[in-house]
């Protein structure tokens, strides 16, 4: 009993001591960490479209995701189409932001004419659609006004396996500011489907749309930019166009992303620094919660990344 308790005390002797040293000597890492504001981000395509394309009762799904998705501080969601509505009943003490809507392409407002006489009599089905992205920030985050929204105004058809012509797809920004003041500007896009040539072309040209705008903001606040890329890194095309949409814009890879071995990675959360505030990945993966007793919510993997946000101090800021 006397070795033990003398090993005991040697052990917390050891402890105390590497906890002074610890704290004389912290590192840069340690001393980041020790300050800002955590906050959870969540990314999801939700397959919101009408239930004879969807191939099930979305309707059914939808309560569930918003329930699930309002335990994250910025919930980001694609395809939200038909019940945007549903979802938001459920993001309480969050601000929402949707995305563009249907805007007035004169092929978009004949088929609305066209399919309206229809529309009357099938509830939940009101194509073609506006962009079917939206934000949701806690209240304790969001800044008035602070959100920017823009069609990409390309397309590639109106039928086939991908049909993207029957959404208004483009991208919305949201500002966010923490207690301590740091400052963000949250993206979320998602970008044209398919694998042929032509619609890599497309999202590479949504892509350029997309970094201009980010490099026309003030390069003070931090950037994430979340969503649907439709972008494949086994498709060379898609990679060279992602990579370098990251690197012109210095944009790291959380590592958000799918850990189930049954999803394919279109999903991404990207992000950087700006110059008056730090983002550090403190983790990211799949949100597994999604999934529920091996039926998924989506035919898409609802994909998280957890950031410290911190302020820099005046002698840390990076001059532009």
């Not at 601000?95 to 006489?117: E, T």
């Not at 009357?120 to 209240?139: D, N, T, W």
């Not at 049954?262 to 597994?288: F, N, P, S």
Request: proline share 6%; aromatic share 10%.
């Amino acid at each position: 009993m006397k070795i033990e308790c003398a090993c005991f005390a040697l052990s917390v002797a050891l402890f105390a001591t590497a906890s002074v040293v610890s704290a004389a000597e912290p590192t840069a890492e340690t001393a980041i960490l020790a300050t800002g504001t955590e906050i959870s981000v969540l990314s999801y395509n939700v397959h919101g479209l009408f239930p004879l394309v969807a191939k099930d009762d979305p309707r059914d799904r939808m309560p569930t995701i918003g329930w699930l998705a309002n335990r994250y501080d910025v919930a980001i969601f694609q395809e939200d189409f038909e019940y945007h509505d549903v979802i938001r009943e459920q993001m309480t003490g969050a601000v929402g932001a949707r995305g563009n809507g249907m805007g007035w392409d004169p092929r978009r407002v004949a088929v609305k004419l066209l399919i309206s006489p229809v529309s009357i009599f099938l509830p939940h089905f009101s194509p073609p659609y506006g962009a079917g992205i939206s934000i949701f920030v806690r209240e304790s985050l969001a800044i008035p006004g602070d959100v920017d929204r823009e069609p990409f105004n390309l397309c590639r058809g109106w039928f086939g396996s991908t049909g993207d012509c029957w959404a208004a797809k483009g991208f919305q920004r949201v500002g966010i500011r923490t207690p301590d003041g740091a400052e963000v500007d949250i993206y979320n896009t998602h970008l044209e489907a398919g694998a042929s040539n032509y619609a890599t072309e497309i999202r590479g040209q949504q892509l350029d749309l997309l970094a201009r705008a980010i490099e026309a903001r003030p390069k003070s606040r931090a950037v994430i930019v979340a969503g649907d890329f439709n972008t494949a890194f086994n498709r060379p095309g898609d990679r060279d166009t992602l990579v370098g949409f990251r690197r012109r814009l210095e944009l790291r890879d959380s590592g958000a992303g799918p850990e189930l071995s049954y999803w394919r990675e279109r999903d991404y959360i990207l992000h950087r620094d700006g110059t008056e505030t730090a983002l550090h990945v403190e983790q990211a993966g799949e949100a597994q919660e999604f999934v529920i007793r091996d039926r998924a919510l989506s035919d898409h993997p609802a994909i998280y990344a957890r950031f410290r946000i911190t302020p820099l101090a005046a002698a840390e800021r990076v001059e532009p």
